[in-house]
C-alpha cells in the first residue's frame, strides 16, 4: 500500500496521549506535566489525551456487574447500557482532572474534557463494550481492500471546541474511550479506544504526529516475555503496524493503527519514563529505506532515556509488554 499524502497543517498541535500506567502515580503525573512542559515551550501547543490508571476500567465493569448489571430485565438492557458507560466514562474523566489539575499547579493553563465537549461523537452504536463501540471485524479481514471506509466512519470530530481552547493558549486534557452518541447520550468506544481518541483528534487538527506515551519501549516483532530475543522496532510502516495489531500485538489498538494509515499520520510511541525529546521508542510512518530494530536485551541499554532516564527519579516500568493503555 503506498504511503497517504502528507497532512500535516501549519501551526496544528501536537498530540500526545497518555496511557493509565502513565499517570499511575503522582510521581508519573508530575513527568507528564513535564512532558506536556517540554513541547509547548519547544515545539507547538499540544493537546492531550488520557487513559484510565491501571484495571479502573475492569474494576468497573466488575463491580457494575456484581450489583447485577450482567443481567439486566427483558426491556431495561438499554438502560443499564446506558449507566454502564458513563460509569466506564469515570475513570477517564478522573485522570484528565488530575492531570489538568496538575498542569495549572505547574503554571500551565489547562482544562479537563469529555469526550463530547471535545467535539468527538458516534453515528452508530454495537453493544459489546459500550454503545459506541467501533466493530474491528472489516479491518482484520484481509480481503477488503482498504477497510478504514468501513470502520472508521463511525467516530466523528468537531475540532472547533479545541480550536477554540488552543487559541485562548489553554491545554485541552480530554478523556479518552469516550464519544458523544446519536441521541446526544455519552458511549464508550472499544478496548484501547483513547489510542483511537488521539489518532481521530490529531488527524482532525492536522497534527505533525501523534505521541503514544505507554508503559513499554516500543513495539516490538513479537512477545518479548516469551521471546528473548525479539526485536525492538525503531522504524515502522503503517501497514506493519497494523499487521503486527491484527496478529494480536496490543501496544497500539488495532482502529487507532488503521485510521493513522489511512490518514497518513505518523506515529511515536515511546515509555513514559523516556526523556522528552531523546531518540528513542517507535516511530511510525511511511515505509522506512532501511529497517532498524532493537533485540529485547539492548532495548533499555545505551540510551539513558529507554531505561527512564527524565533527570528525575521514575518509578519501574511495568512487566506488561503488550497491553494497550
Do not use: N
Not at 448489571?69 to 466506564?88: F, I
Amino acid at each position: 500500500m503506498s504511503a497517504p499524502a502528507a497532512r500535516a497543517t501549519r501551526g496544528a498541535p501536537l498530540v500526545i496521549k497518555f496511557g493509565g500506567a502513565a499517570l499511575a502515580s503522582p510521581l508519573r503525573v508530575r513527568a507528564a506535566v513535564a512532558r506536556i512542559r517540554y513541547h509547548r515551550e519547544r515545539e507547538r501547543p499540544s493537546v492531550v489525551v488520557v487513559s484510565a490508571p491501571g484495571a479502573t476500567t475492569d474494576r468497573i465493569l466488575d463491580r457494575v456487574s456484581r450489583v447485577g448489571g450482567a443481567a439486566p430485565l427483558p426491556g431495561l438492557e438499554g438502560a443499564v447500557r446506558r449507566e454502564r458507560d458513563r460509569a466506564l466514562a469515570t475513570g477517564e474523566d478522573r485522570s484528565a482532572s488530575v492531570l489538568a489539575a496538575a498542569l495549572l499547579g505547574a503554571g500551565i493553563p489547562a482544562r479537563s474534557l469529555r469526550g463530547d465537549e471535545a467535539g468527538l461523537w458516534v453515528e452508530e452504536a454495537d453493544e459489546a463494550l459500550g454503545r459506541g463501540a467501533v466493530d474491528a471485524e472489516h479491518a482484520k479481514d484481509a480481503k477488503h481492500a482498504d477497510p478504514l471506509q468501513v470502520d472508521l466512519a463511525p467516530l466523528q470530530v468537531d475540532p472547533a471546541p479545541l480550536r477554540a481552547l488552543l487559541g485562548a493558549g489553554i491545554v485541552p486534557v480530554v478523556s479518552g474511550f469516550q464519544a458523544r452518541g446519536a441521541e446526544g447520550e455519552l458511549v464508550t468506544l472499544a478496548r484501547g479506544g483513547s489510542d483511537l481518541t488521539a489518532v481521530a483528534l490529531a488527524e482532525a487538527l492536522g497534527s505533525p504526529r501523534c505521541l503514544l506515551v505507554k508503559d513499554v519501549p516500543g513495539i516490538f516483532d513479537q512477545d518479548p516475555r516469551r521471546h528473548p530475543g525479539a526485536l525492538l522496532h525503531r522504524t515502522l510502516d503503517w501497514d506493519a503496524l497494523v499487521a503486527l495489531a491484527e496478529a494480536g500485538g496490543q501496544v497500539v489498538q488495532l482502529e487507532a493503527a488503521c485510521r493513522a494509515r489511512h490518514a497518513g499520520l505518523p506515529l511515536h510511541v515511546v515509555h513514559y519514563g523516556q526523556r522528552p525529546g531523546s531518540r528513542g521508542g517507535t516511530r511510525v510512518g511511511a515505509a522506512p529505506r532501511v529497517s532498524e530494530g532493537l533485540r529485547v536485551e539492548d532495548a533499555s541499554g545505551g540510551d539513558p532515556a529507554s531505561r527512564g532516564d527524565t533527570g528525575t527519579q521514575v518509578e519501574p516500568t511495568s512487566r506488561s509488554l503488550r497491553g494497550v493503555s
